[in-house]
């Protein structure tokens, strides 16, 4: 529905959905390979969804987006198994002592529309103001971040550490704050194992995932850090207050597991059942030559320099469009 991918504009942030207009502008600015209009991207992609058995969504807000846009009649929703009775360990209120801050934990390997200039400036702000907040991104940012007394970036880590690594540090709340809606974030899903207190922005599957989950918190997208903050210490402020648990297990986890996750057996060229000419325009993409896994190597150079701390002043200095556009490039997009 996205050739951009994220719903996000020029500055990286969810762009609104408002209509093909916008989209026509979008590609204008950020042409995709082929240039094609969005009306030509989406019938395109049409074409390949409508002729498929199912397709399955992990998210309310993925569903209707799917709906808005293609019109499709084989939607089923199909939640993780996340979802299961006993999967999820009670949620605590949220309460901190006195006499220590509010330790925030924030996740993942951060693009820019997920939210790292928002995190950084929350620290400015909880800088300024000297409030008893303090935050640990278990990751890194797509720049370097400004550390110290407000902020420890602990870097990359194996995704079987992670559970590990919360233990340790005890976070007393967990804070998503993506600028463009997700379709699910496993992130999250580990905050859920844990039973930990979470904060998220009003976008996508974050918020669906914890509208009736007790002591979490949705707040709108495009807050600023100090108000962030100000949400933070409010929700503090609330500690001790009973939730009744409203959690409810959806129906749709049986699915995923019966009927989702075997699926594979089924995925074999004989029984696509797809027409020739469309099961062609989608496979036909697949075959890489060796010039373009050496252009793949090469992106997976830069990324790399790109997250390393001794180059985070060279990746804050280049600018965002020059970066999409040499990746872009090299995608041969």
Known sequence: MCPQITL???QNRYCGELGEA???????????????????????????????????????????????YFALDNLVLAAHPDSLPGWQPSVVPLSVPTDRCIRVAVLGALSPMKGPDILESAVFDARSRALPITYK??????????????????????????????????PDVVWFPALWPETYSYTLSECFRLGL?????????????????????????????????D???????????EI???????????????SYLPVD???????????PDVLLKFTRYRVLTQHQRSRLRLLEIL?????????AWLAKRVPMSFQRRLKDRLLGR
Do not use: M
């Open 244 to 258: 009744e648990d409203h959690f409810h297990v959806q129906d749709s986890a049986a699915f995923y597991l019966d």
């Open 137 to 170: 991104l278990f990751g890194y940012a797509y720049r370097n971040l400004s550390e110290g007394d407000k902020l420890e970036v602990h870097g990359s880590y194996e995704p079987a550490d992670l559970h590990a690594l919360l233990i340790a540090w005890k």
């Open 231 to 241: 949400r933070i210490i409010e929700v503090n402020q609330e500690a001790g207050k």
């Open 197 to 229: 207190l979470v904060l998220v922005s009003d976008l996508g599957a974050l918020a669906d995932r914890i509208k009736l989950r007790p002591h979490s918190w949705v707040f709108p997208w495009d807050l600023s850090g100090r108000e962030w903050n």
């Open 303 to 311: 990324v790399s320099l790109r997250g390393h701390v001794a180059f």
């Open 8 to 10: 996000t504009n020029e």
């Open 265 to 275: 057996r089924l995925l074999s060229p004989s029984r696509l059942g797809l027409p």
């Open 22 to 68: 916008q989209c026509s502008l979008c590609l204008q600015k950020r042409p995709v390979v082929g240039r094609l209009s969005i009306v030509e991207w989406r019938a395109r992609y049409r074409e390949l969804l409508q002729h498929s058995d199912r397709v399955i969504v992990p998210a309310d807000s993925v569903l209707a987006r799917y709906r808005h």
